[in-house]
């Protein structure tokens, strides 16, 4: 079952986030970013839950923004499968939720960056096959 987190049910993403990005902190310290930072910016969150935990199995943040590259687009910034869970379907399905999410608000495209290496093999194998394609390089530096 997937469904949209409000505010006060932030913390049931937190187990599938911290996976993803350990340097969040607590769940208190997620919950704070998340909902005092991030909401107000249009991050929205997702959840996918597995029948025997109450904590979100995957979880999903993402905006709907306009880009001058893209158009009227929905980002994901974030996807994220518990490893306890993978393999069970919850990241495709989280995507699909957020391409007809994309599609009922008028956004012509669906985005999100990955990281590389051999660790995100499977995680590529997943958006190739949902018709994904690399269409860019992602670059950064510190500041």
Not at 95 to 100: A, L, S, T
Not at 114 to 125: I, M, Q, Y
Not at 135 to 143: D, G, I
Request: hydrophobic share 35%.
């Amino acid at each position: 079952m997937i469904r949209e987190l409000a505010p006060g049910e932030t913390h049931l993403a937190y187990a599938a986030m911290l996976e993803l990005r350990p340097k969040i902190g607590s769940s208190a310290d997620f919950v704070r970013t998340v909902n005092d930072k991030q909401r107000p910016q249009g991050y929205r969150l997702i959840a996918s839950f597995d029948e025997e935990d109450e904590q979100a199995a995957g979880a999903a943040g993402f905006r709907v923004l306009d880009y001058l590259a893209w158009g009227h687009a929905l980002y994901c910034d974030d996807l994220s499968t518990r490893e306890k869970y993978r393999g069970r379907g919850h990241a495709g399905a989280l995507m699909d939720w957020m391409v007809d999410e994309a599609r009922r608000l008028g956004c012509g495209e669906f985005h999100l960056d990955s990281g590389v290496g051999p660790d995100r093999t499977t995680a590529h194998r997943l958006y190739f096959n949902k018709g994904m394609r690399i269409s860019a390089f992602h670059f950064q530096r510190p500041t």
